[in-house]
């Protein structure tokens, strides 16, 4: 199935039903009065998160959805029956934005309205027109035989931006041909492609790394990213944001196939400029250093042009050197990081009330109402 991380869909809910302008007409009720029932309110469209689901390949082909109408209302104090509301399943992970048109902007303007992060989560995106009165309601002392009635007013419409972001706890960065999905195919049961060319990785990969019985956790492998990426050069800038709600990055650095034109170094402050001109707080993320293909260079090689690569960049952080192609070194950097994810704060923690309170003083939730 085709990997898609954005879609543009439309989604109208129901309008209300009118109310009915309608009088009692019975034997022996000469005069029975208005009897004219209110329409019924209109269905709303709901976005709810499935983990069934994985891509947004489904809304390229499916771009409306609209809820049903609610039926007028009839006469005997009949009310209309209610539209049903329409609920929309998308993965979880996907950020939902409301657009917004103006004249003289070739862009509409983007107001993120939230986040389905759970499965079973639901999020009311388009809500349902309210029903209309029918003349019994307007019937008075002074008012006996109203022929008022009103119409159901009509749902809420919008053109929403889906944004699916994966949900990983640990993300891959490098150079095309760094070895990342190498890695990933090693260390989980993922099985991208692995080609001895540049940008074999055409969509993001999720993996599951197994360290034992009960302990697990999510590797996400990105396009490798290029000098530019942050303006749109190459494929890595556009899934980017998949790192945004990982919790820790492995950086893989190819020694034993550097470019001929920058060192290792350069190829890591390449990588680090890009985190920083996308900003999302991807730079501030805590980063590993991996030294990746130490199977095709002696031993007293590689070890020299990882100590000038360390040098270079002043580099404090945990440093591990692997073969991905063998998976030499990989079975001591996992328990490592399940280790250390452990003690670092999920990324996406249930709310509490005290969150919730604060929410509510400091920023009011956005609501189509």
């Avoid at 009915?20 to 209110?38: A, H, M, N, T, W």
């Avoid at 034992?212 to 303006?231: H, K, Q, W």
């Amino acid at each position: 199935m085709k990997f898609v991380d954005e879609a543009s869909i439309r989604v109208e809910a129901g309008d209300g039903g009118s109310g009915c302008v309608s009088f009692l007409r019975e034997k022996f009720i000469p005069k029975g009065g208005p009897d004219g029932g209110d329409g019924g309110d209109g269905g709303s469209v709901y976005l709810v998160a499935d983990s069934g689901l994985n891509t947004l390949v489904d809304f390229r082909h499916a771009r409306r959805h609209k809820a049903e109408r609610g039926q007028n209302g009839m006469g005997r104090n009949r009310r209309g029956k209610s539209g049903g509301d329409l609920y929309v399943k998308v993965p979880v992970g996907t950020r939902v934005h409301v657009e917004h048109h103006e004249e003289d902007q070739p862009t509409p303007d983007l107001e993120t309205i939230g986040e389905l992060l759970r499965h079973g989560d639901t999020l009311l995106v388009a809500k349902g027109g309210f029903h209309g009165l029918g003349n019994a309601r307007y019937k008075s002392s002074t008012n006996r035989a109203p022929r008022q009635f009103s119409y159901g007013t009509p749902g809420e419409r919008y053109q929403l931006r889906l944004e699916l972001i994966l949900l990983a706890d640990v993300g891959l960065l490098g150079l095309p041909n760094a070895g990342k999905s190498s890695l990933i195919s090693r260390v989980s049961s993922a099985r991208p492609k692995v080609a001895d060319y540049p940008f074999t990785t055409l969509h993001p990969n999720l993996g599951v790394v197994r360290v034992d019985d009960r302990r697990s956790f999510v590797i996400a492998d990105i396009p490798g990213l290029i000098e530019g990426a942050a303006e749109g050069a190459g494929l890595g800038i556009q899934f980017l944001k998949h790192l945004s709600r990982t919790r820790l990055l492995l950086h893989l650095v190819d020694l034993a196939d550097p470019d001929e034109q920058h060192t290792p170094a350069d190829a890591v402050r390449r990588i680090v400029g890009e985190l920083e001109k996308f900003g999302g707080g991807l730079a501030e993320k805590e980063r590993w250093l991996v030294l990746n293909k130490a199977d095709l260079l002696p031993e007293e090689e590689f070890s020299a042009r990882a100590e000038e690569l360390l040098a270079a960049l002043d580099w404090q952080g945990p440093v591990y050197t692997i073969s991905a192609a063998t998976g030499a070194g990989a079975e001591q950097l996992t328990p490592q990081l399940m280790d250390r994810l452990e003690q670092l704060p999920r990324g996406i923690e249930p709310e509490t009330e005290d969150d919730a309170a604060v929410q509510e003083d400091d920023e009011e939730p956005w609501s189509p109402v």
